[in-house]
Nanobody, 115 residues
Framework: QVQLVESGGGLVQAGGSLRLACEASGIAFNIAAIAWHRQFPGKQRELVAQIYTDGAIRYSDSVKGRFTASRDNAKKTAYLQMNSLKPEDTAVYYC?????????WGQGTQVTVSS
């Protein structure tokens, strides 16, 4: 059974930091491309960061310089370090594991940034 479990969300003041984690089970994590997405109320999910299997990382312009994505294949866990948080970062954050022929979503974790 495939599971992606996010953790680390919560309430933080503007300018603060949070570190999200996404722990995977049931998949060959080391060959999965991992992405972090977020969803604002009433909006579609948008890509925040993508970690490729070769280690390359791509960020959306809105988080570049503030967020850092990483992965630990031995722990089957991906991370999203979020610094200098802004109220407009408030959203539900999801991790996504892209395999060769299919992909899997986590359940999401709420991040709320107060002004």
């Amino acid at each position: 059974q495939v599971q992606l479990v996010e953790s680390g969300g919560g309430l933080v003041q503007a300018g603060g930091s949070l570190r999200l984690a996404c722990e995977a089970s049931g998949i060959a994590f080391n060959i999965a491309a991992i992405a972090w997405h977020r969803q604002f109320p009433g909006k579609q999910r948008e890509l925040v960061a993508q970690i490729y299997t070769d280690g390359a990382i791509r960020y959306s312009d809105s988080v570049k310089g503030r967020f850092t994505a990483s992965r630990d294949n031995a722990k089957k866990t991906a991370y999203l370090q979020m610094n200098s948080l802004k109220p407009e970062d408030t959203a539900v954050y999801y991790c996504y594991a892209q395999m060769i022929s299919t992909g899997y979503w986590g359940q999401g974790t709420q991040v709320t940034v107060s002004s």
